[in-house]
């Protein structure tokens, strides 16, 4: 049973900084991709970013290049997804994504098929 657990969420000033850890446990996810989706209110779930264990280039939806950055530690079969310049548009709530297709890193939500439970993070003006 694969299981993915979000934590780190939480209410931010426009600015600040959190940190999202998504731990995966059930399986060996080295040859998965890891994938960050966020989902506001009223709208669609969109990528954020994602990451292969096995290493690479990890990829990111143009609105939050340079300001989000996603990290893996394999030893501890956790993902990071480490937020910067916060802006009350990133309000949303977030979830990781695991993936087993190969090739190019999965870039959409059908790509994915174990889902965390989601962590809220909300950023004030």
């Known amino acids: 049973q694969v299981q993915l657990v979000e934590s780190g969420g939480g209410l931010v000033q426009a600015g600040g900084s959190l940190r999202l850890s998504c731990a995966a446990s059930?399986?060996?996810?080295?040859?998965?991709?890891m994938g960050w989706f966020r989902q506001a209110p009223g709208k669609e779930r969109e990528f954020v970013g994602a990451?292969?264990?096995?290493?690479?280039?990890?990829y990111y939806a143009d609105s939050v290049k340079g300001r989000f950055t996603i990290s893996r530690d394999n030893a501890k079969n956790t993902v990071y997804l480490q937020m910067n310049s916060l802006k009350p548009e990133d309000t949303a709530v977030y979830y990781c994504?695991?993936?087993?297709?190969?090739?190019?890193?999965?870039?959409?939500?059908?790509?994915?098929?174990?889902w965390g439970q989601g962590t809220q993070v909300t950023v004030s003006s």
């Open positions: 994504a695991a993936s087993g297709l190969q090739g190019d890193v999965p870039l959409t939500r059908r790509q994915y098929a174990y």
């Open positions: 059930g399986r060996t996810f080295s040859s998965y991709a």
């Open positions: 990451i292969r264990w096995s290493g690479g280039s990890a």
